[in-house]
């Protein structure tokens, strides 16, 4: 079956996550994506735990260039001249240095889609500081909210700023080639994405909740202000559980599951409003009941029941499970280095077009003369030069 994006070229000029989850999906959707990567180093992402790159490098090809050269500019504008989408995530003003502006681009290729990732966007007060994730991360709002009430703010464990940056790539590089293509704007455009402000867009409405009603969110662990019972319970075993019993119909299965149907008619919870008012004391209740089973017995009764419940689950917990197992969570491809990889199957999975993942991230360099042949109709003599004179 023919990919669902089979014959878009990519320049993947990004680095570290947000590059790497970008380009990642554009490849494992059947585009062509060529990651342009310094001479001797390449990207930054290939330092860190050799898994890392295994897996956000996959699918894609990897072509040495210095761009920091006259040669290196002249020939990134070349393959510039030849591709749908160019992304990257330098600091503000670096391409201009370059002499490869938007504008210089588009000289040479009107339909060119340019992504632009930065940590605060190609304008404002901050456009020149640093913008790693977790500055964004703390800058959102989004560190401010998580924790318990007595803990300070909390980091995420994962890049998560950069992951959700990554996914706004991809939509809104879609965005730009339907515009493009399908409804006949011929011309390629410029997108201008910050870090910060996907971030700041999916953490809730909390700005019209302080403009209209003076509110600011607070840590509440993992209880919700929305609905309740809502967390995580332990069990017997020393295990987790988590549970939102959102709605009505399944607060009161989840009370007779733990043998406390007298909840149901108790006025403190009979609707969501005063369950989220009354949330200590309900919380404490249900934590008693769970504590008194183990994980096994309290999900036996929960399914049953219809509760919507779901153990904590670590790495090793997931691979085991028989329904990831089904569903091909995981796939292992076959890589040089470690024989194989394990990682994450591709998302989502669709029937006409589906999705692949070609090869784990490649050696540093590895596809240069190949892409440079397909591209440009560059001989091997020609690359040997450029090899020699240390452009590639």
């Given at each position: 079956?023919?990919a ?11 680095r ?6 970008y ?9 062509e994506?060529v990651?342009i ?40 504008k070349?393959l ?9 995530n330098f ?13 210089a ?17 190609q304008?404002?007060?901050?456009r020149?500081?640093p ?17 318990f ?15 959700t ?14 515009q493009?293509d ?11 994405l ?19 009603n003076?509110?600011k ?6 209880l919700?202000?929305?609905s ?19 709605t ?10 733990i ?10 919870f009979?609707?969501n ?5 009354n949330?200590?004391?309900?919380d ?8 008194a ?5 309290n999900?036996r ?12 689950y ?23 280095d ?14 006409g077009?589906?999705l692949?993942?070609?090869?784990t991230?490649?050696a540093?360099?590895a ?26």
């Amino acid at each position: 079956m023919t990919a669902p994006l089979e014959g878009v070229k990519v320049l993947d000029l990004t680095r570290l996550i947000v590059g790497g989850l970008y380009g990642m999906l554009l490849a494992d959707a059947g585009a062509e994506v060529v990651k342009i990567e310094a001479p001797g180093r390449g990207d930054t992402l290939r330092a860190w735990k050799p898994s890392w790159w295994k897996v956000y490098g996959r699918g894609k090809k990897s072509l040495t260039l210095d761009l920091t050269r006259p040669e290196g500019q002249a020939l990134l504008k070349k393959l510039a001249a030849e591709a749908d989408v160019l992304a990257e995530n330098f600091f503000p003003g670096k391409l201009e240095s370059w002499g490869l502006s938007p504008e210089a681009l588009h000289a040479v290729n009107p339909r060119l889609v340019i992504v632009r990732i930065s940590g605060w966007g190609q304008g404002g007060p901050y456009r020149d500081r640093p913008g790693f994730g977790t500055l964004v991360e703390a800058a959102s709002g989004f560190s401010a909210i998580n924790g318990f009430p007595d803990s300070p703010p909390l980091l995420p464990p994962i890049p998560i700023a950069d992951m959700t940056a990554g996914l706004y790539g991809v939509s809104s590089t879609m965005f730009a080639l339907y515009q493009r293509d399908a409804l006949g704007g011929g011309r390629g455009q410029i997108v201008d994405l910050a870090l910060y402000e996907p971030l700041f867009t999916i953490i809730g409405p909390h700005a019209a909740e302080f403009v209209l009603n003076g509110k600011k969110y607070t840590r509440t662990g993992n209880l919700s202000e929305n609905s309740a019972p809502r967390n995580c319970y332990p069990t017997k075993d020393n295990r987790w559980i988590a549970i939102s019993a959102s709605t009505q119909p399944m607060f009161e299965r989840l009370a007779r599951c733990i043998g406390r149907e007298d909840l149901i008619a108790d006025p403190r919870f009979q609707n969501n409003v005063e369950r989220v008012a009354n949330n200590p004391e309900l919380d404490s209740i249900i934590a008693e009941e769970i504590r008194a089973w183990p994980c096994e017995e309290n999900m036996r009764r929960f399914e049953e029941g219809g509760v919507t419940a779901m153990p904590v689950y670590d790495i090793e917990d997931i691979l085991a499970d028989p329904h990831f197992q089904d569903r091909d969570l995981v796939s292992r491809i076959p890589d040089p280095d470690f024989g194989e990889v394990s990682m994450q199957s591709p998302s989502p999975r669709m029937s006409g077009t589906p999705l692949e993942i070609r090869w784990t991230g490649p050696a540093l360099g590895a596809h240069t003369d190949e892409v440079l042949t397909s591209w440009l109709g560059m001989d091997s003599d020609q690359a040997d030069g450029l090899r020699k004179n240390g452009v590639i």
